[in-house]
């Protein structure tokens, strides 16, 4: 896969995995208080070789492994956050932030309220997800609406190289505790990244495709997937808008809503289970916004509600394919 | 606001062997805590008091000799029974009186409460409602404090009932791993809630820390004079870089888990609690020491008696007498 923007420009293209690495490099870089810490994020520069190199650069005190001890780094990086530095705790699978979750629910999200604005606790945790990767129930889940149900909480779920980059740096400049979920099948996912210094801000959506038909709200990696389907549907002259949160919460519900508005139909496609998720949030934020403007139901598109089975021939069937983003989309416009 | 004037500090850089005037001090504290407590406990039995109270009356000596031993800029953080922790860290009663009532001018804008006060300006990270819960956050200011070369230390209150958990084995290890300067004190009262520690506790929970090589010590949590010089040791030698300290202190918990917990005979007995109160009271044992050394008289204790007493009878006027906060509060401080 890769952004059509690329293919087409010349700039300089890096893949996913690069443009995160270049993100901590940069922030470890510029302010002394940010260390990186979790299971070989060292020499071994992840599980996922994401971070190889920085350790070169900063040091082990800056780059530093951490026991197999999720709970426990979570919370030193909840204490130094609170104390000066500006910890990325790196988890290496998304199923592992429920070892995570008394750190970030009942301690990262709620210090700065419980202590009337007193404290804050400005740390980035770090961790992965989606299926496909053919590692089962326990290595594949997409967790992000977990955090996103909880106040005190911002989540983000870039889909391309540039914006990963880009929302990574402002996650780490952020206050806040902030989730930053990766999905692992796109680190070499490649995209236009340009050499100069910016950063994205959370809670504005991007349009990835244009369209007027037919709105198509995806994250993550399942925007690539709703881009495939977009160029499937415009073969049979169906122009569908793509609309990418970036951040799932701060959500930027004015331009879902626009678009829905825009083109009187819509589908949200999200790689977490599809029952209480991302997709029925959004869903409701359409219902709600654009209701006298719909022709046709909000349809959803989650991954399948059934633990992550391990056999490809099962787990094909559990997450959401541009065939079936476009079977959805005919449906809606009458066309099947 | 209404400031106490009563309220020396101790100086920094602390004696192995205080004078009269700091002694004093710290006698003052305990006594400030102590009719602190009765008068929370006035509120919440008169119906004043929103919420849950847990009471520290007899366990006054670990948290003024531990806090004795601090700099300001130390760290401490605090448990569910925190009141104790958070005077002897210098905190004003009429503020805290204000928190606990859920009015505008407490600690935390009245949006904490009993169980998660805190006290930035003092360096207490706040209570914790999370049996363990904050030993992340203790760990990960020491980490801070390493990093950023400031000097400063952590001390992480806790009960016996906190060996239970498994977070708080994960961030041991993490500080004696890294040698970092935090303090684990755990305030052995004997009682999980409304259970005696030997029904959930597998050998003796000091042994835990000895197991990880961290400094251990167990001692009399009831003798000021102990702690003191226990907690001071430790420090000094956190302050060197030398690492970690476990330090078990054995107490006891004159009232119930709570305020409402009355009828105790089922889980402790009455002569048990009778035989703490007439002979194991922190405060008796101190003031006979102070006055069998002849480090003061019987009319400077008594003096200090009266003007805690009046200072928080202030105190507990002041916050009843305080508004509440303005409705528009509860959604603000959400996010930094």
């Known amino acids: ?336 | 606001m209404a400031k106490t004037a009563k309220q020396t500090k101790l100086k920094t850089g602390k004696s192995a062997t205080p004078d009269a005037e700091e002694w004093l001090t710290m006698y003052e504290q305990m006594v400030r805590i102590r009719r602190f407590e009765e008068r929370v406990n006035l509120l919440y039995t008169s119906a004043k008091m929103p919420g849950l109270a847990h009471l520290y009356i007899g366990e006054e000596a670990i948290a003024v000799g531990v806090c004795s031993v601090l700099n300001p800029e130390d760290y401490i953080t605090s448990t569910h029974r925190g009141h104790g922790h958070c005077i002897a860290k210098g905190a004003d009663v009429d503020i805290m009186f204000a928190e606990l009532l859920g009015k505008a001018a407490g600690y935390c804008k009245g949006k904490g409460g009993s169980m998660h006060i805190a006290d930035q300006a003092n360096g207490n990270l706040g209570a914790n409602a999370i049996v363990g819960g904050s030993a992340g956050i203790a760990v990960g200011a020491a980490f801070s404090a390493q990093r950023l070369g400031n000097g400063r230390v952590a001390v992480c209150f806790f009960g016996e009932g906190a060996m239970g958990q498994g977070f708080l084995a994960e961030t041991m290890n993490l500080a004696q791993l890294w040698k970092l300067p935090v303090i684990f004190v755990c305030e052995n009262n004997m009682y999980n809630e409304y259970t005696h520690f030997s029904e959930t506790t597998a050998g003796n929970p000091a042994d835990r820390a000895r197991a990880l090589g961290i400094h251990t010590e167990e001692q009399d949590g009831q003798d000021i004079r102990v702690v003191y010089e226990t907690a001071l040791a430790a420090v000094e030698r956190a302050r060197r870089g030398e690492g970690p300290a476990f330090l078990m202190f054995h107490t006891y918990r004159y009232h119930g888990h709570h305020v409402g917990d009355i009828n105790r005979e089922y889980y402790r007995s009455k002569e048990e609690e009778r035989d703490w109160v007439e002979n194991r009271d922190p405060l008796a044992l101190f003031a006979d020491w102070l006055l069998a050394k002849k480090l003061t008289d019987r009319g400077v204790l008594d003096g200090i008696e009266a003007e805690v007493k009046e200072e928080v009878e202030r105190g507990a006027q002041f916050a009843l007498d305080a508004p509440y906060p303005d409705p528009s509060e509860v959604s603000t401080n959400v996010y930094a």
Not at chain 1, 74 to 100: C, E, H, N, W
Not at chain 1, 127 to 146: F, I, K, P
Not at chain 1, 213 to 228: F, G, K, N
Not at chain 1, 298 to 327: H, N, Q, Y
């Open chain 1, 1 to 336: 896969m890769s952004t059509p923007s690329a293919e087409k420009t010349g700039a300089r293209v890096l893949t996913m995995g690069e443009a995160i690495r270049e993100a901590l490099a940069e922030e470890l870089r510029r302010d002394p208080t940010v260390f990186v810490m979790g299971e070989d994020v060292a020499e071994a520069g992840t599980a996922f070789k994401v971070l190889l190199g920085l350790v070169d650069e900063f040091g082990p005190e800056r780059v530093i492994d951490s026991p197999i001890s999720e709970p426990g780094i979570t919370g030193l990086g909840v204490g130094a956050a609170m104390t000066g530095m500006r910890p990325v705790i790196d988890i290496m699978f998304g199923d592992f932030i429920t070892l995570t979750m008394d750190q970030m629910v009942n301690q990262a999200a709620k210090i700065h309220y419980m202590s009337g604005g007193k404290l804050k606790v400005p740390m980035v945790l770090r961790t992965t997800m989606g299926a496909s990767r053919r590692s089962a129930a326990q290595h594949s889940q997409s967790l992000h609406a977990w955090f996103s149900h909880v106040p005190g909480l911002k989540v983000v779920v870039p889909s391309t190289p540039y914006d990963a980059k880009g929302l990574l740096k402002t996650a780490i400049r952020d206050d806040n505790p902030v989730a930053f979920f990766e999905d692992k099948m796109m680190y070499q996912l490649k995209g236009e990244v340009p050499e100069e210094e910016y950063t994205i801000p959370f809670g504005v959506a991007d349009i990835k495709r244009p369209g007027t038909d037919i709105t198509i709200v995806a994250t993550s990696s399942m925007v690539q997937v709703s881009l495939a389907a977009a160029e499937m549907l415009a073969e049979i002259g169906i122009e569908a808008e793509v609309v990418d949160p970036r951040t799932t919460f701060p959500l930027d519900k004015e331009a879902i809503i626009e678009s829905a508005k825009k083109t009187s139909r819509a589908i949200v496609v999200d790689e977490g289970y599809q029952r209480y998720g991302v997709t029925a949030e959004i869903a409701s934020v359409i219902a709600d916004g654009a209701f006298y403007y719909l022709d046709a139901p909000v349809k959803r598109i989650g991954a399948m509600d059934v633990p992550i089975p391990f056999s490809p021939a099962l787990e094909d069937l559990t997450v959401p394919t541009a065939d079936s983003v476009v079977e959805t989309a005919k449906a809606l416009c009458g066309r099947n």
